[in-house]
């Protein structure tokens, strides 16, 4: 792999590869039944190695992509999943940020839509990226906080179930292939980190169903 002058693997390639590895955020149960956590069973070992292998030849164009002018994590979170669908060998992306129309009104938009190359089946994708501190005590969800204090975790649980709601991608498929008779499924690709209280480590409350494996940090107030 392809290393800076310094010896140390380019930061895209390192995103690149928390992307593709690192835990969900959340376990299965906290979705509708039906929906799949991404990957599911459509990625391998070799397929991240893959991925990763074009990477390590486009660090500087990688690094101008994944750039984002708004400096949002989330966009920039999209812009990784781009790449990494893009040159998945198992699927073809047939879109993504696709608008879904009804009436000639717009009613809301598709993450990615992606076509799986040797079944013909269609996977919708809803993804986020997210930070949420906690007081260590509580696990409902809302007690969960983002770093627009609004946007808590059940906020953004609930609005990516909306989102998952089949017929949004269906209608979409409709419209960029009417003929088209292949499974429809819906996946969830959510990854982050929670932040615990640095007195409260190892003894902390975790929002109900978090991923046992999830990606953690801690936070202390400025006067500790």
Same mark, same amino acid.
């Given at each position: ?17 928390? #992307?593709?590895?690192? /835990? /969900? ?27 990763? &292998? ?14 984002? /002018? ?26 993504? %940020?696709? #608008?879904? $129309? ?5 009613? %809301? ?7 799986? !190359? ?27 906080? %983002? #770093?627009? /204090? ?5 906020? &953004? !649980?609930?609005?990516?179930?909306? $989102? ?7 209608? !979409? ?29 190892? &003894?902390? &409350? ?17 006067? $500790?």
């Amino acid at each position: 792999m392809n290393t800076t002058r310094s010896g140390a693997v380019s930061w895209p390639v390192e995103e690149l590869r928390w #992307v593709l590895t690192s /835990p /969900p955020l959340m376990m299965d149960s906290c979705w509708p039944v039906g929906v799949i956590q991404w990957p599911g069973h459509w990625s391998s070992a070799e397929e991240v190695t893959h991925i990763l &292998k074009a990477a390590a030849s486009e660090q500087a164009e990688l690094a101008q992509l994944f750039s984002h /002018p708004s400096g949002f994590i989330g966009k920039r979170f999209e812009r990784i999943l781009h790449y990494c669908f893009s040159h998945h060998s198992a699927f073809e992306l047939a879109g993504s %940020g696709m #608008v879904i $129309q009804h009436a000639k009104q717009t009613t %809301g938009e598709i993450d990615f839509l992606l076509r799986h !190359i040797a079944t013909g089946d269609w996977i919708h994708v809803e993804s986020a990226c997210k930070s949420y501190l906690g007081d260590g005590r509580h696990t409902a969800w809302d007690a969960w906080l %983002g #770093v627009n /204090p609004e946007d808590t975790l059940e906020r &953004k !649980i609930s609005t990516l179930a909306r $989102q998952l709601d089949a017929s949004r991608a269906r209608e !979409i498929l409709r419209s960029i292939a009417p003929a088209e008779s292949g499974i429809l499924h819906s996946a969830v690709l959510m990854k982050g980190y929670f932040f615990v209280p640095f007195d409260r480590l190892g &003894k902390s &409350k975790l929002p109900h169903h978090a991923h046992r494996s999830h990606s953690a940090g801690w936070w202390m107030h400025q006067s $500790q």
